[in-house]
């Protein structure tokens, strides 16, 4: 199972932008899917962005987050106009395109101070 470990996150003001990295322990462009999820104090994992055979965001993020990837392990979240609402733990996601096994990162924690 790949290994996923994210990083990138902190604390940052209204407004500002963050780039958020994640790094799976084997080569991942062209046998993964990929993408951003993020889970806020007392609430469910929610879907931020997808990177497979299309990419895709959520509406909250639409215009400020971007998904990138490279052309081996790594994926990238960069996002812009953060907002307080954005606080959460960021978490990487890898769906094997052959068998559609999931694998999960650790997390990494995004604050937005208002």
């Known amino acids: 199972q790949v290994q996923l470990v994210e990083s990138g996150g902190g604390l940052v003001q209204a407004g500002g932008s963050l780039r958020l990295s994640c790094a799976a322990s084997?080569?991942?462009?062209?046998?993964?899917?990929m993408g951003w999820f993020r889970q806020a104090p007392g609430k469910d994992r929610e879907f931020v962005a997808w990177?497979?055979?299309?990419t895709a965001y959520a509406d909250s993020v639409k215009g400020r987050f971007t998904i990138s990837r490279d052309n081996a392990n790594m994926v990238y979240l960069q996002m812009h106009n953060l907002k307080p609402e954005d606080t959460a733990v960021y978490y990487c996601?890898?769906?094997?395109?052959?068998?559609?096994?999931?694998?999960w990162g650790k997390g990494t924690l995004v604050t937005v101070s208002s």
């Open positions: 996601n890898a769906r094997r395109t052959s068998d559609g096994m999931n694998s």
């Open positions: 084997e080569r991942t462009f062209s046998t993964y899917h």
């Open positions: 990177s497979g055979t299309y």
